[in-house]
């Protein structure tokens, strides 16, 4: 978009802030999105008219889908998307628009990257842990959520399928480590791989968009991770000492305190499921940011504030 720019076009509702009053009537701003993940400043000028302003305003909800008309400017050095009679804003409804308008599509085949799961799980020794994991994920409504659930709200994997994704990718690095190290218990690493983030299916909820659900936003996805395995461990009698360091390699996989790991790693296998999930998601975070930045500069770095540093963009 640039200044001066006319918009008709549908976007997600992110963020919906008071309705107030100016010199020429009433007024309310959002915070708009799309499958980017960016985010728009926006803002309805309404006449002086507040009943009509504020039934408008009403119909209007958090992740409710809107057609807007407008024109786009710049203020504050940023871009804004305004609409002023004869421009209108309206909610649509389920079905008078295409959800992956908002949410990325799934980057590979779900069924096929769900096959790959349940191959891991068949290299499982340890009848015991072998049953618990095909308990969990032939589950169906577990099965249905995990194949299509995103991995992240923005950063990394934040598209469909994402969630499943992410845990191959940090299968694969993890399995690698123990090709390279024979004497790893390649049950826990194989576990731990696949069972590390599955507290993001309560910690992410996915409407129109993917947003934190006030369970995820009150927990968090590692101990929601470490409350169920450690629910499933028990129906299951799994040896104690197994089920501590399976425990372990899920509330220690951010590697440090500052990162949300309420316990560093402790121990090799702990130490491959930390070092493959870092691997997937930051080779994932930078390459999203390069495909991003592109068609934002010309030049051959880009700041990114997350990681504090320029990235190359060549």
């Not at 980017?36 to 009943?51: A, C, I, V």
């Not at 209007?60 to 809107?66: M, P, R, W, Y």
């Not at 024979?182 to 599955?198: C, R, T, W, Y």
Request: hydrophobic residues 35%.
């Amino acid at each position: 978009m640039n200044d001066g720019d006319k918009v008709d076009d549908i976007f997600v509702v992110k963020i919906k802030k008071a309705m107030s009053s100016y010199t020429k009537g009433f007024f309310f701003q959002l915070i708009l999105s799309d499958n980017s993940g960016k985010t728009l400043d926006y803002r309805y000028w309404g006449n002086n008219d507040e009943k009509k302003v504020r039934e408008l305003y009403n119909s209007i909800k958090n992740d409710s889908v809107v057609h807007v008309q407008g024109r786009v400017s710049v203020y504050a050095g940023k871009l804004q998307l305004t609409t002023n009679e004869p421009f209108i804003i309206e909610p649509l409804k389920e079905g008078e628009y295409d959800k992956s308008d908002f949410i990325k599509p799934a980057r590979k085949d779900l069924d096929e990257m769900y096959s790959g799961l349940d191959k891991a799980i068949l290299e499982i020794k340890d009848e015991k842990l072998k049953k618990m994991l095909e308990s969990i994920f032939n589950e169906p409504e577990i099965k249905i959520k995990f194949k299509e659930h995103p991995g992240a709200i923005e950063i990394h994997h934040n598209w469909i399928g994402g969630l499943l994704e992410h845990t191959l990718e940090v299968l694969r690095y993890a399995m690698l480590s123990c090709q390279t190290f024979p004497e790893l218990n390649k049950d826990l690493v194989i576990a731990g791989s696949l069972l590390h983030d599955i507290g993001k299916l309560d910690e992410l909820s996915v409407t129109s968009r993917i947003k934190g659900s006030d369970k995820g936003q009150l927990i968090g996805h590692v101990v929601l991770s470490t409350i169920f395995v450690s629910n499933k461990m028990d129906e299951f009698d799994l040896d104690e000492n197994l089920k501590n360091k399976l425990l372990h390699i899920i509330i220690s996989h951010h590697g440090k305190l500052e990162y949300g790991s309420p316990k560093e790693p402790m121990f090799p296998e702990a130490v491959a499921v930390y070092y493959a999930d870092d691997m997937s998601s930051s080779i994932a975070e930078m390459l999203e940011f390069v495909k991003n930045s592109k068609d934002d500069t010309e030049d051959s770095f880009m700041y990114n504030r997350r990681s504090q540093k320029n990235i190359y963009l060549d």
